[in-house]
Protein backbone atom coordinates (compact mmCIF):
# COMPACT_ATOMS: atom_id res chain seq x y z
CA UNK A 1 0.00 0.00 0.00
CA UNK A 2 1.34 3.30 -0.94
CA UNK A 3 1.24 5.71 1.82
CA UNK A 4 3.21 8.89 0.25
CA UNK A 5 3.10 10.53 -2.91
CA UNK A 6 6.27 10.22 -4.30
CA UNK A 7 7.15 13.75 -4.48
CA UNK A 8 7.04 13.30 -0.61
CA UNK A 9 8.90 10.38 -0.48
CA UNK A 10 11.55 11.78 -2.73
CA UNK A 11 15.00 10.17 -2.82
CA UNK A 12 16.09 14.07 -1.13
CA UNK A 13 13.20 13.77 1.48
CA UNK A 14 14.66 10.45 2.07
CA UNK A 15 18.22 11.51 2.80
CA UNK A 16 16.87 14.41 5.16
CA UNK A 17 14.65 12.21 7.37
CA UNK A 18 17.52 10.64 8.28
CA UNK A 19 20.16 13.25 8.52
CA UNK A 20 17.66 14.23 11.08
CA UNK A 21 17.06 10.91 12.97
CA UNK A 22 20.78 9.14 12.54
CA UNK A 23 22.34 10.91 15.13
CA UNK A 24 19.89 10.23 17.36
CA UNK A 25 19.71 6.17 16.14
CA UNK A 26 23.46 5.79 16.37
CA UNK A 27 23.92 7.20 19.91
CA UNK A 28 20.63 5.50 21.74
CA UNK A 29 20.23 2.16 19.11
CA UNK A 30 23.58 1.90 18.04
CA UNK A 31 24.99 1.99 14.28
CA UNK A 32 23.10 -1.11 12.95
CA UNK A 33 20.05 0.31 11.75
CA UNK A 34 17.28 -2.34 12.30
CA UNK A 35 15.06 -4.64 14.80
CA UNK A 36 16.85 -6.47 17.95
CA UNK A 37 15.81 -10.15 18.21
CA UNK A 38 14.66 -11.00 21.57
CA UNK A 39 14.15 -15.49 22.22
CA UNK A 40 11.75 -14.63 24.50
CA UNK A 41 10.50 -12.31 27.11
CA UNK A 42 12.59 -13.62 29.18
CA UNK A 43 15.41 -12.65 27.71
CA UNK A 44 17.06 -9.63 28.67
CA UNK A 45 19.99 -9.30 26.31
CA UNK A 46 20.93 -5.49 26.03
CA UNK A 47 19.88 -3.54 22.21
CA UNK A 48 22.79 -4.51 21.04
CA UNK A 49 23.03 -8.10 21.37
CA UNK A 50 19.85 -8.49 20.18
CA UNK A 51 20.29 -6.15 16.66
CA UNK A 52 23.98 -7.82 16.27
CA UNK A 53 21.60 -11.53 16.94
CA UNK A 54 19.13 -10.65 13.83
CA UNK A 55 22.15 -9.62 11.51
CA UNK A 56 23.32 -12.82 11.80
CA UNK A 57 19.96 -14.75 11.27
CA UNK A 58 19.54 -12.68 7.80
CA UNK A 59 22.64 -13.48 6.84
CA UNK A 60 22.63 -17.13 6.95
CA UNK A 61 19.86 -17.28 5.01
CA UNK A 62 22.14 -15.51 2.38
CA UNK A 63 24.01 -19.00 1.45
CA UNK A 64 26.71 -17.27 0.16
CA UNK A 65 30.22 -17.73 0.32
CA UNK A 66 33.85 -17.08 -0.94
CA UNK A 67 33.71 -15.19 -4.60
CA UNK A 68 29.84 -14.97 -4.12
CA UNK A 69 28.62 -11.19 -4.77
CA UNK A 70 26.22 -9.66 -2.46
CA UNK A 71 23.93 -6.94 -3.10
CA UNK A 72 23.26 -4.83 0.42
CA UNK A 73 20.36 -2.62 -0.67
CA UNK A 74 19.83 0.45 1.72
CA UNK A 75 23.38 -0.44 3.71
CA UNK A 76 23.21 2.09 6.47
CA UNK A 77 26.50 2.35 8.41
CA UNK A 78 27.63 -0.39 7.01
CA UNK A 79 27.41 -3.16 9.54
CA UNK A 80 25.42 -5.72 7.57
CA UNK A 81 27.74 -5.85 4.67
CA UNK A 82 31.20 -5.78 6.68
CA UNK A 83 29.49 -8.85 8.29
CA UNK A 84 28.66 -10.75 5.85
CA UNK A 85 31.67 -10.14 4.38
CA UNK A 86 33.82 -11.19 7.51
CA UNK A 87 31.70 -13.99 8.17
CA UNK A 88 31.35 -15.69 4.59
CA UNK A 89 33.77 -14.40 2.73
CA UNK A 90 31.47 -13.04 -0.22
CA UNK A 91 32.29 -9.85 -1.90
CA UNK A 92 29.82 -7.18 -0.79
CA UNK A 93 28.38 -3.91 -2.82
CA UNK A 94 26.95 -1.95 -0.13
CA UNK A 95 24.53 1.21 -1.44
CA UNK A 96 22.36 3.53 0.47
CA UNK A 97 21.37 6.94 -0.89
CA UNK A 98 22.77 9.23 2.36
CA UNK A 99 26.39 10.40 1.66
CA UNK A 100 26.53 10.44 5.09
CA UNK A 101 25.95 6.90 5.75
CA UNK A 102 28.38 5.97 2.63
CA UNK A 103 30.67 7.52 4.31
CA UNK A 104 30.60 6.49 7.78
CA UNK A 105 29.90 2.55 5.80
CA UNK A 106 33.38 2.82 3.65
CA UNK A 107 35.11 3.65 6.93
CA UNK A 108 33.95 0.87 9.06
CA UNK A 109 35.16 -1.42 6.28
CA UNK A 110 38.78 0.03 5.99
CA UNK A 111 38.64 0.22 9.92
CA UNK A 112 37.17 -3.60 9.36
CA UNK A 113 40.34 -4.66 7.19
CA UNK A 114 37.47 -5.65 4.72
CA UNK A 115 37.75 -2.68 2.11
CA UNK A 116 39.30 -5.40 -0.17
CA UNK A 117 35.74 -7.09 -0.05
CA UNK A 118 33.21 -4.54 0.96
CA UNK A 119 32.77 -1.72 -1.98
CA UNK A 120 30.50 0.94 -0.55
CA UNK A 121 28.50 3.37 -3.05
CA UNK A 122 26.08 6.14 -2.67
CA UNK A 123 22.97 5.25 -5.19
CA UNK A 124 19.30 5.61 -5.58
CA UNK A 125 17.83 2.41 -5.06
CA UNK A 126 15.09 3.76 -7.76
CA UNK A 127 17.60 3.90 -10.39
CA UNK A 128 20.09 1.09 -9.63
CA UNK A 129 23.14 0.85 -12.21
CA UNK A 130 23.79 -2.93 -11.92
CA UNK A 131 23.27 -5.16 -15.27
CA UNK A 132 21.17 -8.14 -15.10
CA UNK A 133 22.87 -11.23 -13.99
CA UNK A 134 25.11 -9.62 -11.37
CA UNK A 135 24.61 -10.87 -7.49
CA UNK A 136 24.24 -14.49 -6.18
CA UNK A 137 22.23 -12.50 -3.29
CA UNK A 138 20.76 -9.29 -2.38
CA UNK A 139 20.24 -8.11 1.08
CA UNK A 140 17.52 -5.73 2.33
CA UNK A 141 17.36 -5.04 6.05
CA UNK A 142 14.19 -2.54 6.28
CA UNK A 143 14.79 -0.72 3.37
CA UNK A 144 11.69 -1.60 1.10
CA UNK A 145 9.42 0.72 3.00
CA UNK A 146 11.41 3.36 0.87
CA UNK A 147 10.69 1.87 -2.27
CA UNK A 148 7.02 1.42 -4.13
CA UNK A 149 8.22 -3.27 -4.10
CA UNK A 150 6.04 -3.96 -7.54
CA UNK A 151 8.97 -1.49 -8.92
CA UNK A 152 11.80 -3.07 -6.96
CA UNK A 153 11.19 -6.39 -6.95
CA UNK A 154 11.71 -6.69 -11.02
CA UNK A 155 14.59 -4.62 -10.61
CA UNK A 156 15.74 -7.12 -8.30
CA UNK A 157 15.27 -10.60 -10.16
CA UNK A 158 17.07 -8.75 -13.00
CA UNK A 159 20.26 -8.35 -11.32
CA UNK A 160 20.12 -11.62 -9.33
CA UNK A 161 21.78 -14.50 -11.23
CA UNK A 162 19.89 -17.41 -11.99
CA UNK A 163 19.12 -19.10 -8.26
CA UNK A 164 20.45 -16.66 -6.72
CA UNK A 165 18.43 -15.36 -3.56
CA UNK A 166 16.70 -11.73 -2.35
CA UNK A 167 16.67 -11.79 1.65
CA UNK A 168 14.34 -8.92 3.11
CA UNK A 169 14.06 -8.50 6.52
CA UNK A 170 11.32 -5.88 7.42
CA UNK A 171 8.55 -4.18 9.18
CA UNK A 172 4.53 -5.28 7.71
CA UNK A 173 0.97 -4.95 8.27
CA UNK A 174 -0.67 -7.79 9.88
CA UNK A 175 -3.70 -7.25 8.63
CA UNK A 176 -5.89 -5.24 6.10
CA UNK A 177 -5.12 -1.34 6.83
CA UNK A 178 -8.47 0.54 7.60
CA UNK A 179 -8.25 4.85 7.46
CA UNK A 180 -8.07 4.12 11.31
CA UNK A 181 -5.03 2.27 11.47
CA UNK A 182 -3.54 4.51 8.79
CA UNK A 183 -3.82 7.47 10.83
CA UNK A 184 -2.34 5.94 13.55
CA UNK A 185 0.40 5.36 11.33
CA UNK A 186 1.06 8.71 9.67
CA UNK A 187 3.50 10.75 11.85
CA UNK A 188 5.86 7.52 12.33
CA UNK A 189 5.31 7.19 8.58
CA UNK A 190 6.35 11.15 8.11
CA UNK A 191 9.33 10.60 10.32
CA UNK A 192 10.77 8.65 8.45
CA UNK A 193 9.67 9.19 4.64
CA UNK A 194 7.90 5.79 4.40
CA UNK A 195 6.56 5.28 0.65
CA UNK A 196 4.94 2.25 0.61
CA UNK A 197 3.81 -0.23 4.09
CA UNK A 198 2.74 -3.95 2.79
CA UNK A 199 1.33 -6.80 4.44
CA UNK A 200 3.35 -10.45 4.23
CA UNK A 201 1.07 -11.98 1.74
CA UNK A 202 1.24 -8.55 -1.15
CA UNK A 203 5.10 -9.15 -0.55
CA UNK A 204 4.66 -12.46 -1.72
CA UNK A 205 2.55 -12.03 -4.52
CA UNK A 206 4.82 -8.98 -6.05
CA UNK A 207 7.82 -11.18 -5.50
CA UNK A 208 5.91 -14.05 -7.42
CA UNK A 209 4.66 -11.28 -10.22
CA UNK A 210 8.38 -10.39 -10.57
CA UNK A 211 9.32 -13.67 -11.23
CA UNK A 212 10.60 -14.57 -8.16
CA UNK A 213 10.12 -18.05 -6.16
CA UNK A 214 9.16 -17.58 -2.62
CA UNK A 215 11.81 -20.65 -0.58
CA UNK A 216 10.90 -19.46 3.26
CA UNK A 217 8.92 -16.73 5.34
CA UNK A 218 9.67 -16.78 9.02
CA UNK A 219 7.32 -14.03 10.87
CA UNK A 220 9.46 -12.65 13.33
CA UNK A 221 7.20 -10.22 15.10
CA UNK A 222 6.93 -11.76 18.71
CA UNK A 223 10.83 -11.36 18.57
CA UNK A 224 11.38 -7.96 17.52
CA UNK A 225 8.51 -6.12 19.03
CA UNK A 226 9.77 -4.79 21.86
CA UNK A 227 12.29 -2.99 19.84
CA UNK A 228 10.64 0.29 19.75
CA UNK A 229 9.38 -0.04 23.19
CA UNK A 230 13.32 -0.29 24.29
CA UNK A 231 14.38 2.53 22.51
CA UNK A 232 11.62 5.03 23.73
CA UNK A 233 12.86 3.81 27.29
CA UNK A 234 16.50 4.43 26.79
CA UNK A 235 15.18 7.67 24.88
CA UNK A 236 13.54 9.29 27.97
CA UNK A 237 16.57 8.29 30.36
CA UNK A 238 18.03 10.84 28.37
CA UNK A 239 15.75 12.93 27.58
CA UNK A 240 17.52 15.91 28.56
CA UNK A 241 20.29 15.27 26.22
CA UNK A 242 17.53 15.13 23.53
CA UNK A 243 16.48 18.20 24.71
CA UNK A 244 19.43 20.24 24.44
CA UNK A 245 19.96 18.82 20.82
CA UNK A 246 16.86 18.71 19.46
CA UNK A 247 14.70 20.97 21.77
CA UNK A 248 12.01 20.28 24.48
CA UNK A 249 9.29 19.97 22.56
CA UNK A 250 10.46 17.94 19.87
CA UNK A 251 12.41 15.91 22.21
CA UNK A 252 8.98 14.68 23.69
CA UNK A 253 7.40 14.21 20.47
CA UNK A 254 10.11 11.96 18.94
CA UNK A 255 10.30 9.63 22.33
CA UNK A 256 6.35 9.61 22.03
CA UNK A 257 6.29 8.92 18.45
CA UNK A 258 8.79 5.60 18.69
CA UNK A 259 6.46 4.31 21.82
CA UNK A 260 3.12 4.58 20.11
CA UNK A 261 4.40 2.95 17.27
CA UNK A 262 6.02 -0.08 19.44
CA UNK A 263 2.21 -0.25 20.82
CA UNK A 264 0.48 -0.81 17.35
CA UNK A 265 -0.66 -4.56 17.29
CA UNK A 266 -1.00 -4.00 13.61
CA UNK A 267 2.40 -4.15 12.62
CA UNK A 268 4.63 -7.09 12.55
CA UNK A 269 8.20 -8.00 10.85
CA UNK A 270 8.95 -10.89 8.80
CA UNK A 271 12.14 -12.52 7.17
CA UNK A 272 11.38 -13.28 3.32
CA UNK A 273 13.97 -15.86 0.98
CA UNK A 274 12.55 -15.45 -2.62
CA UNK A 275 15.28 -16.56 -5.22
CA UNK A 276 15.56 -15.87 -8.90
CA UNK A 277 14.74 -19.76 -10.12
CA UNK A 278 17.91 -22.04 -11.40
CA UNK A 279 16.11 -22.18 -14.77
CA UNK A 280 15.95 -18.30 -15.57
CA UNK A 281 17.34 -17.29 -18.89
CA UNK A 282 16.83 -13.52 -19.08
CA UNK A 283 14.42 -11.02 -19.33
CA UNK A 284 11.81 -12.67 -21.09
CA UNK A 285 10.26 -14.77 -17.92
CA UNK A 286 8.75 -11.69 -15.28
CA UNK A 287 6.74 -10.68 -18.34
CA UNK A 288 5.97 -14.37 -19.43
CA UNK A 289 4.70 -14.97 -15.99
CA UNK A 290 2.67 -11.78 -15.45
CA UNK A 291 0.58 -13.07 -18.99
CA UNK A 292 -0.25 -15.81 -17.70
CA UNK A 293 -1.53 -14.56 -14.07
CA UNK A 294 -3.51 -12.25 -16.26
CA UNK A 295 -5.05 -14.90 -17.99
Same mark, same amino acid.
Given at each position: ?34 ? #????? &?? !??? +??? *? /?? @???? %? ?31 ? #????? &?? !??? +??? *? /?? @???? %? ?186
Amino acid at each position: MSVNDAAVASCDDVVRAYTEIAPLALRYWGPELHY #GFWED &AH !DTS +PIE *V /AV @ARLT %AIVIERLRVGAGGHVLDLGCGYGRPAVEVARTT #GARVT &AV !DVD +PGA *V /AA @AAEH %AHRAGLADLVRVARCDGDDLPFPENSFDAVLSFESTPHFEIGELYPRIRRMLRPGGRLVVETPVFRETVTPELQKRVADFFDLLRIRSFETTETHHETARRSGLEIVETVDITRHVDGSFTRLAQRLRRHEDELAADYGAAEAGRLIDLFADWGRVAEIGAMIMVARRAPEDAGEGRGEAEEARNRA
